[in-house]
Each structure stands twice: as structure tokens, then as C-alpha cells.
């Protein structure tokens, strides 16, 4: 571990664990003083880590989020009720410590379309056939329980930053990123894409979404979402040369038949700096979120055109920060949140800011302590058009 980098193999997973709180039936959204208007904070239920919230159609809130070892945990799932309260939570893995949450990078990430949830993480030490990590996927059932998960990586080799989308015609992706079958290194992995087009009842094999010259950084996270038009974007990390860290969009308009691909912003660093990935949509566009040498940027990205626009930096001096999260509502305003501090195995502080409809700062940044070790933060639109952040 050098500076916060992951220089180890995907494939290994041994790393220090830490006990996180156990899982209560049911948590109250526990509130904290907010500096920037417009701007809710909400902690995880029972301590949890790594949120995930989607908003459906219908703007009812869901979350998923860990709970348990770092190495080998479980997913749960809740919905935060109209008086603020999470309804009572519900396992989504039906084999026990199955989810990783350490690295930050490797856990549960989730989807809505349709009236279902999808949800799609790295299998653990405890779900593995041999030495491969299954990507695993699951959906719920009418009944509100989850169907057993399923395993949608089918080359072999190791993977990691796995991701999940859906949209209203019944399409689901799982995204991750992969060493090419029969060759070794970054520079042969590539972001590998599943496809359903039956709501997730089955799955095509995986294909390749990115360039091949492009590889793809062995320890990052990836990002997903599918818009309204039904267009699927995905956010990685590139390993060109080894030496060129790029983030980078792909984009499908064809439901996932075939990938256009977009630099967004270069690093030149022959290290992984265990980056994660965020996508959102509001207000006509699309919007993205990435870390780059420690920096927070975003952009907004043309559903008409799939192209995106330049880069914006978080205000204010770059200082560790990583893991970010964005919302945008219909009025065009854009939350971008990130963390600061982090690093492998300790937790750090939650940072935040609003921009306008132009992209230009609106208010001060606000802050607050206490995000955990390997967890997450997630930032949504409240039904009325507010902002909050769970963390």
C-alpha cells in the first residue's frame, strides 16, 4: 500500500478485516446539521456500509447497503418511508457472507426499473469456485424477497469493480472489468459487459465494452446507469501503457449491441489509486462523477449526443479526496459529494457541493465526520426535489 494505492492482485483478497455492527430489524434515518441549504444527511441503518440508493419512477427511495466482516459479509435492502423512517431491512444475498466490502471498490451496487430491484456485487472467498470470483446478480420478486443470486461472469480469470444498471424496457447490465481469456495484466483487461433483455431472468455471456488498447486499472471501481432513452453508460478506469490512468465513458444506444468510448480526463500514474465511479440523470442530462490525483470532478453528458461536456473541478484545494457520489434534479442543479481522509482500512470525513443549472458553485462546500472504514457514500433527489446524502 503506497500513498492510499492498491499494488496488489485482484485475485488475492487477503487483507486486514474489521467488525462492523450488527444489523437491528428496524433504524430510524438518523439526521445531521446541515450548513448548506437544501442539503439532507442521513446515516446508513444500523451502522451499515457502502449505501447504494436508487429512485424509481414512482420517486420512492431504495437502499441497499453492507453489513458484517469486511471480507465476507451481507447485502440489505430497505426503503426510506415517506415519515423518514427505513421500513425493516431485508437480507438480498440467500447464501450468508458472500459480499466484500473491503477495498471499497468490490461492493453491492443497485438498480431500479419496472418495479423490480436489481442488485449486482463481487462474490467473496465464500462464494467462489476455486480461485475465480463470481460476479453475482440478483432480482426481487413480486413478493418483495430477492430470487437466489446468480453468477453472470463466464470467462475465466479474475475480476473486480463490478456495477449494475436497468431501464424501462426491460433491459439489465452488469458491468466489471477483466483480464482478456488467455492473457495477463492491465493492459489486457477490459471492461466486460452481461446483458438481459428479459428484466434478469437470463443473461447473454459477457462481452467486451471497451477498446482493447485502453486495458483497465486492476483494483478501481466501475459506474453504470441506463437514462430514460434506454442508453447505457459506463464509468472505468483505463490502464493504457500502465501508465495512463484515464477515466473513461462508454456508451450504448443500442442496448449494449455496441460501445462508443470517450476519454474524459487522464492521470499519469503506473499505480491503482482504488477509485469508485458515479452516474446520475436530471434536469436533461446525464451527469458523471470521478476521482482524479485526488481531486473530485464532474460533467454533464448529452442523452441527445452521449457526449460530454468539460470537466469541473470541486472548489477548494485537493486533499485525499475519493469516492464520489451525484445527484441531479429537475431544475438542473447538481450535488456532487465526495469523501476526504480515506484510506485502506480507515474511515474519513463526508464533503459536499451544490452547483447550479451552469455549474457554478452555490454556496459554501459542507462537511461532516464520521464516514467508516471501506464504506461509501451515496447522494439522491428527495421526492420534493431536495438533496440528501447517506452515509
Excluded at 501508465?243 to 474524459?264: M, Y
Excluded at 485537493?318 to 465526495?338: C, D, F, M, Q, Y
Amino acid at each position: 500500500m503506497i500513498g492510499g494505492m492498491c499494488l496488489l492482485r485482484i485475485s488475492s483478497l487477503t487483507v486486514l478485516s474489521c467488525a462492523a455492527a450488527l444489523l437491528c430489524p428496524v433504524s430510524t434515518a438518523t439526521r445531521s446539521v446541515d450548513p448548506t441549504p437544501r442539503v439532507e444527511l442521513l446515516r446508513v441503518p444500523e451502522a451499515g456500509l457502502q449505501p447504494d440508493v436508487a429512485v424509481d419512477a414512482d420517486r420512492r427511495v431504495h437502499l441497499i447497503y453492507f453489513s458484517g466482516e469486511p471480507l465476507h459479509g451481507d447485502v440489505f435492502y430497505t426503503r426510506l418511508e415517506p415519515d423518514g423512517r427505513f421500513a425493516r431491512a431485508s437480507r438480498v444475498n440467500t447464501q450468508p457472507g458472500t459480499v466484500v466490502a473491503t477495498g471499497n471498490v468490490r461492493g453491492a451496487h443497485l438498480a431500479v426499473a419496472k418495479g423490480r430491484v436489481h442488485v449486482a456485487w463481487l462474490g467473496s472467498d465464500r462464494a467462489r469456485n476455486g480461485e475465480v470470483a463470481p460476479m453475482l446478480y440478483t432480482r426481487s420478486r413480486p413478493d418483495g424477497t430477492f430470487e437466489p443470486e446468480r453468477n453472470v461472469h463466464q470467462n475465466a480469470g479474475p475480476i473486480d469493480g463490478g456495477s449494475v444498471a436497468a431501464d424501462s424496457q426491460g433491459h439489465v447490465y452488469v458491468a466489471w472489468h477483466s483480464e482478456t481469456p488467455g492473457q495477463k495484466g492491465e493492459a489486457t483487461r477490459r471492461a466486460w459487459m452481461a446483458r438481459s433483455t428479459d428484466e434478469g431472468t437470463t443473461f447473454a455471456p459477457e462481452v467486451a465494452a471497451s477498446p482493447a488498447s485502453a486495458g483497465a486499472c486492476g483494483c478501481c471501481g466501475t459506474g453504470m446507469f441506463a437514462d430514460r432513452r434506454g442508453t447505457a453508460y459506463v464509468l472505468f478506469r483505463a490502464a493504457r501503457e500502465s501508465a495512463h490512468r484515464e477515466t473513461v465513458l462508454l456508451t450504448s444506444a443500442d442496448s449494449g449491441s455496441t460501445f462508443a468510448s470517450q476519454v474524459l480526463q487522464d492521470w499519469p500514474i503506473a499505480a491503482c489509486p482504488m477509485s469508485t465511479y458515479a452516474l446520475s440523470e436530471g434536469g436533461g442530462a446525464v451527469v458523471a462523477a470521478w476521482e482524479t490525483a485526488g481531486q473530485i470532478y464532474w460533467a454533464s453528458i448529452d442523452p441527445s449526443t452521449r457526449t460530454a461536456a468539460t470537466p469541473i473541478a470541486a472548489p477548494g484545494d485537493a486533499n485525499g479526496r475519493k469516492h464520489p457520489s451525484i445527484a441531479r434534479n429537475e431544475n438542473g442543479e447538481t450535488l456532487v459529494a465526495w469523501t476526504e481522509g480515506m484510506g485502506w482500512s480507515r474511515g474519513g470525513s463526508l464533503a459536499w457541493q451544490r452547483f447550479d443549472r451552469a455549474g457554478s458553485p452555490v454556496g459554501d462546500i459542507g462537511r461532516a465526520d464520521g464516514v467508516p472504514a471501506w464504506s461509501l457514500i451515496s447522494a439522491f433527489v428527495r421526492p420534493d426535489g431536495r438533496f440528501a446524502i447517506i452515509y
